[in-house]
């Protein structure tokens, strides 16, 4: 059981180029999130799924994109990044609204 | 606007004392607060966990403390070891159930650290 993996690790962009960041559970768990965190910030919500189809806006969603492929996978895409868009990338998934949110390992990504 | 603060960035505390960690919280009426521990190069971890009918949670060395009057929670470590040494995010969680989803609204962190 691995819960929730993200790919890559890191990685390392030019600005203005694109890259889609990848996040699958094995939980079946229904609502899925994307966060960033920023040094001395707590996560901050990119983006949610609240379930299969649906996406929504979370707190800072600008200059992102989603796409919820299926229960299992939610994926992040950055069309044109940005010096600003530095940041560590966590996804998050829960099972209920009730329920605590479990975490993927996170990804680096680094904006030049 | 619900809002999360934890003001000590850092705490250090020697091995076998007590840690306590604070967190402050605004708006809150059916919140339910989290700990998350996070290690580097990982994604956080769930500690422990308290409603907001409560006003203590404990789970072995770890005992959550909710003031609702102060509108503050503390999280206790007694005794802390090395293994602690973390960044610790107090949450505010709010299940929105017309939205069908649950937002987590985070502090910045404390990183603790345990000295032998």
């Not at chain 1, 790919?7 to 094995?26: E, R, Y």
């Not at chain 1, 895409?77 to 600003?84: D, I, N």
């Amino acid at each position: 059981n691995a819960g929730v993996t993200q790919t890559p690790k890191f990685q390392v962009l030019k600005t203005g180029q694109s890259m889609t960041l990848q996040c699958a559970q094995d939980m079946n768990h229904n609502s899925m999130y994307w966060y960033r965190q920023d040094p001395g910030m707590g996560l901050r919500l990119i983006y949610y799924s609240a379930s299969e189809g649906t996406t929504d806006k979370g707190e800072v969603p600008n200059g992102y994109n989603v796409s919820r492929l299926n229960k299992r996978e939610f994926s992040l895409r950055l069309e044109s990044a940005a010096p600003s868009q530095t940041s560590v990338y966590f996804c998050a998934s829960t099972r209920t609204v009730t329920e605590t949110q479990y975490f993927g390992p996170g990804t680096r990504l680094l904006v030049l | 606007d619900q809002q999360v603060k934890q003001n000590s960035p850092s705490l250090s505390v020697q091995e076998g004392r007590i840690s306590i960690l604070n967190c402050d919280y605004t708006n809150s009426m059916f919140d339910y607060f989290l700990w998350y521990k996070k290690y580097p190069a990982e994604g956080p971890t769930f500690l422990i966990s308290i409603s907001s009918i409560k006003d203590k949670n404990e789970d072995g060395r770890f005992t959550v403390f909710l003031n609702k009057s102060a509108k503050h929670l503390s999280l206790h470590i007694v005794p802390s070891q090395p293994g602690d040494s973390a960044v610790y995010f107090c949450a505010d969680n709010l299940p929105m159930f017309s939205g069908g989803y649950n937002k987590l609204i985070f502090g910045a962190g404390t990183r603790l650290a345990v000295h032998p």
